[in-house]
């Protein structure tokens, strides 16, 4: 608000001044919902300036549309009457909808702005129409409409208001080249049997490339199945329909629908995004208004008063204090943002604590397991509710402890919510307890940037699955976790179920990897801590003699191509909100810019100007758009990376703004140009974009450029060109891809979010397979759950060769138990699927499985060969084969299956040896295993102490394949989100068909 009346309101009032000196009408069009008020303020401020004193030239556009509209009719009367002067107010019926729509979606607001049906909104626009002409006195009614039925309505209308017609009463309006033939006939003369009315032809200018995204709105909007344009081209639509009275209309949906108003059936309301799933439905998370007064006014108070709570963060059976800076082990935590405001207290556990913790689980583990899915569901589901309830204040402590903007704590908050509903959904829906048992104890490890959503997600997750859970978060977050562990506690789940343990990673962390009853561990962090926790995990085996799950979700060096095609506009705002968002600190955010030469120069000199509007500063203030990073070891980094950009010649252009006197860790965001990837050793986690250029043919190479860092979590292209949009989608190696949108904020359920390679092990978070990694059951049952590829999976080369593989005959082999190997690959075999995952209009979200990439087999036995065979082919992997030595029954094998599958089979399956996997270069992405637990953990430990990403490891005992329980191929799939912005064009053609 303060630099809109500081900066905008001036300009508009120069613009006025000018329009006045030569007698030019000037109207504000208030076209965002979340922008009404502040173009009402403008309007006022307007109307109040002593040099536009007498003029009649100032006007609003209001769009019937939008439900506040009479309301706002009111307003500008009654602005008028106060102002002493006529106002030109412009009635359209609205020119963005579906924006509205989608954008209520998003913010999982309580409604719409707008009317979901066409219907509604032509009665919306008559009733206007009528309080508008009803005070002549104060308005000049300018009625923009195509539609003829609307037309002939204000005609009649405005001559039982306002009597016979007279110069200045009213006037129609018309878009430029729009309804040419309708106008005839209302600007023609009575004469002639035509109406005699004024109309003002409006129309856009500017250039080709600016008017493009305009023209193409245009079409959309004429191309609805609602749009008058569109129906009177129809000569199927009988006229009589085509001039029916909207209010009639009206009353015959409240007839058949058994209520007056209802809004449009196929359009749900935000909290209802997710309620057509099945058994799998949930309530969407509520989200705030940040431009609504009255909710921004309750925030306010609920933000102060956090400001007054003591804050505390211990192990459990700690007492608590009453004045912790005075009793010894208590350290305080500082606001990132403001160094002199203590946000809270944390004592960190000791080892004996953190052992005690440990033991308590597993005694309570159990209980936990045994307790009904169902159950644990709704424990879930009651903490979900808890958390909206008592959201606001708990905003205020996200804020301050990690030194969030609002719009980001509001966000953390939501996705927090939407795990705990959509785990406890799916356990809800999937589980059983007889067929799925939980894995024990798991340790989750969560990191400071996200330290609600990403320690809730891991949290809820793990409890879902019926585990009890050691919740260790990050040294500088522990406050916001301890809250959430305490709604937890409140909404049901036992306290040894769930345990805070505070604590530095190298001490308290390590000790609980190491821990004997530790079962399973879930860290999100650096690719570097998560290969440590791999090898300590490699150093012992579950209790039925498996690798301990490790969940790894880190880093990426993520990167964003723009080619020519691209709207320049677009493309500012999403490269902005991705790499400076948060300050930089989420694992998805751009790092690496790749801007197409022939639209560098402009892109980049948008980018440095639209980056200087951003202002840094505390977060606590609505006006902060980049806020601190965690802390000064963080700031120093970062600022040394800068340094050395600079140094090396770089051009580097950073953020000048910044909101008053700042006293914490601030980083200015930077831009720096760099002439090449090989700059970039690792990820800078914080407020640097680096941009590169490239030329069109150099396309493929820079694709290979960004696979080769060896990271993929998130992936950006802008690009008009569908065939590039395919190219780039299909060679890019990454588990979020994103189209002509922002890389980051992806939504549980919608976009399940996790990388490959160096970002991360899988599943992904919020994902279809993420329970099932937490939980032991007969192998391939989450991808059971799961749709098949829509096209014919035999045609798939792998495919086929399983197929010959089911029919040959192997020596030293059963052949029931052989085929029923094969048969159950095929069975669980998910290669090629690929689907729609529900989610707000105007976007599309795929959700699809990839081949994992080089699977490494290990068998002990021919039937394991077989088993291990099977499962690589029937996930599409190329499959390296390591036979033991000495072993001719496994050679033999070996040797039948070569033969059987001829030339093809020899591009995918290869034979290798075990020196191989200890070289870092050799591709290895899982690791199937046949054999006993020593060998195991030899095998294991060769693995884990390789460099590059860490290797999933399944494995088999011989009994355990002879008894058909084979592998699971869901740890031979790459998961990947493609989400797309389907209304980057100009519109949702999908919705607009829907009004």
């Given at each position: ?556 060096q993520n990167a964003m191509i723009v080619d020519s095609s691209a709207l320049a506009e677009q493309v500012v705002a999403d490269v902005l909100s991705s790499a400076f968002d948060s300050a930089g600190q989420r694992c998805s955010a751009l790092r690496v810019l790749c801007l197409q030469e022939d639209v560098a120069d402009r892109t980049l000199a948008m980018l ?388």
């Amino acid at each position: 608000y303060d630099r809109v009346m500081a900066e905008l309101l001036p300009r508009v009032l120069r613009l006025a001044e000018l329009a006045k000196q030569y007698d030019i009408g000037m109207n504000i069009d208030a076209e965002e919902a979340d922008r009404l008020e502040l173009s009402l303020d403008l309007m006022e401020a307007l109307c109040a300036a002593p040099s536009l004193k007498g003029w009649s030239g100032i006007g609003f556009v209001v769009q019937a549309y939008q439900k506040r509209c009479p309301q706002v009719i009111d307003y500008l009367i009654d602005l008028a009457r106060r102002s002493r002067r006529r106002l030109m107010v412009r009635l359209v019926k609205g020119a963005y909808w579906d924006s509205e729509i989608k954008r209520a979606q998003l913010d999982g607001l309580a409604g719409y702005p707008v009317y979901t049906r066409k219907v509604y909104t032509d009665v919306s626009y008559l009733a206007c129409a009528r309080k508008l002409l009803e005070a002549p006195d104060a308005v000049y009614p300018q009625f923009a409409t195509h539609n003829a039925q609307t037309l002939a309505s204000i005609y009649q209308l405005a001559a039982s208001v306002g009597g016979s017609y007279y110069s200045g009463q009213y006037e129609f309006q018309c878009l430029h080249g729009m309804g040419e033939p309708l106008y005839q006939q209302v600007t023609g003369p009575a004469s002639e049997g035509k109406l005699a009315r004024p109309c003002r032809i409006y129309a856009p200018v500017g250039s080709h490339e600016t008017l493009l995204a305009y023209l193409v709105r245009r079409l959309l909007e004429n191309g609805a199945n609602t749009s008058f344009v569109n129906r009177i081209g129809d000569a199927s639509v009988p006229v009589a329909e085509l001039v029916s009275d909207p209010v009639e209309d009206v009353l015959a949906i409240a007839r058949d629908e058994g209520r007056l108003g209802a809004p449009h059936p196929r359009i749900a309301l935000p909290h209802d995004l997710f309620a057509g799933e099945g058994r799998l439905a949930r309530a969407n998370s509520q989200g705030l208004n940040l431009a609504h007064e009255q909710q921004l006014a309750s925030l306010a108070a609920a933000l102060l008063y956090s400001t007054r709570q003591t804050y505390l963060a211990a192990a459990p059976q700690t007492p608590l204090p009453a004045n912790p800076a005075q009793t010894p082990g208590w350290e305080p935590l500082r606001n990132p943002a403001e160094l002199s405001d203590i946000v809270g207290w944390v004592r960190e556990a000791s080892a004996d604590e953190a052992q005690a913790a440990a033991e308590r689980a597993a005694q309570a583990a159990p209980i936990w397991a045994g307790t009904p899915p169902a159950a644990r569901a709704d424990a879930l589901a009651r903490a979900a509710d808890l958390l909206e309830q008592r959201s606001q204040p708990l905003m205020g402590l996200i804020q301050r402890e990690a030194g969030k903007t609002l719009p980001n704590a509001v966000a953390e908050i939501r996705e927090a919510v939407d795990f705990l509903r959509y785990y406890g959904a799916q356990v809800a829906a999937q589980f059983d307890n007889a067929a799925q048992r939980p894995l024990g104890v798991i340790l989750a490890i969560s990191p400071w940037n996200f330290p609600l959503a990403i320690f809730c997600g891991q949290v809820a997750a793990a409890l879902a699955a019926g585990n009890t859970v050691l919740a260790k978060p990050a040294e500088q977050t522990p406050l916001t976790a301890a809250a959430m562990v305490q709604i937890l506690h409140e909404a049901g789940v036992p306290q040894g179920a769930l345990q805070l343990v505070p604590g530095r990673g190298e001490t308290v962390g390590a000790a609980l990897v190491a821990h004997p009853q530790v079962a399973g561990v879930m860290f999100t962090g650096s690719t570097e801590v998560a290969r440590l926790i791999a090898r300590q995990l490699s150093t012992r085996l579950s209790p039925n003699g498996h690798p301990i799950p490790l969940i790894a979700e880190t880093g990426g060096q993520n990167a964003m191509i723009v080619d020519s095609s691209a709207l320049a506009e677009q493309v500012v705002a999403d490269v902005l909100s991705s790499a400076f968002d948060s300050a930089g600190q989420r694992c998805s955010a751009l790092r690496v810019l790749c801007l197409q030469e022939d639209v560098a120069d402009r892109t980049l000199a948008m980018l440095h100007g639209a980056l200087q509007e951003w202002t840094m500063g505390n977060p606590d203030r609505q006006s902060t758009d980049v806020g601190p990073v965690i802390d000064e070891q963080a700031r120093a980094q970062i600022e040394a990376h800068i340094k050395r950009m600079e140094d090396a010649g770089q051009k580097v252009t950073r953020v000048q703004r910044q909101d008053g006197q700042l006293h914490g860790h601030f980083v200015a965001p930077a831009i720096i140009e760099i002439d090449s990837t090989s700059r970039l050793t690792r990820e800078v986690f914080g407020p640097v974009l680096h941009v590169i250029r490239f030329q069109r043919e150099q396309l493929d190479a820079l694709i290979d450029g960004i696979n080769a860092t060896g990271y993929g979590l998130t992936f950006g292209v802008h690009s008009r060109i569908d065939e590039t949009i395919a190219h780039l989608s299909e060679r890019v190696q990454a588990g979020n891809l994103y189209v002509n949108r922002n890389v980051i904020g992806a939504v549980v359920g919608v976009q399940p979010f996790g990388g490959m390679g160096l970002s991360g092990t899988g599943p992904k978070a919020g994902g279809p397979l993420y329970l099932h990694r937490l939980a032991q059951g007969a192998p391939n049952t989450a991808l059971a759950a799961l749709p098949r590829a829509e096209a014919d999976q035999a045609q798939q080369p792998t495919l086929q060769l399983l197929a010959r593989l089911q029919q040959t005959t192997l020596p030293g082999v059963d052949a029931a138990l052989a085929r029923a190997a094969c048969d159950a690959a095929l069975a669980a075999s998910r290669q090629g699927a690929s689907w729609l995952l529900p989610g707000p209009t105007g976007e599309s979200n795929r959700y699809r499985l990839l081949p994992r990439g080089p699977v490494w087999a290990l068998p002990r036995t021919p039937l394991g060969l077989v088993h291990q065979l099977a499962a690589a082919l029937a996930s599409g992997n190329p499959c390296h084969v390591v036979l033991p030595q000495g072993d001719q029954g496994c050679a033999a094998a070996w040797d039948a299956i070569a033969a059987a599958l001829g030339a093809a089979g020899q591009d995918l399956l290869r034979r290798a040896d075990a020196a191989s996997l200890q070289d870092a270069s050799t591709p290895v992405t899982a690791l199937l295993f046949e054999g006993d637990g020593d060998a195991l953990l030899q095998v294991g430990a060769l693995v884990a102490a390789r460099e590059g990403a860490i290797v999933r490891v399944e494995s088999r005992s011989s009994d355990e394949l002879a008894a058909g329980l084979g592998y699971d191929l869901a740890a031979l799939v790459h998961e990947q989100s493609i989400s797309t912005n389907t209304a980057a064009a100009g519109g949702n053609a999908q919705l607009m068909t829907m009004a």
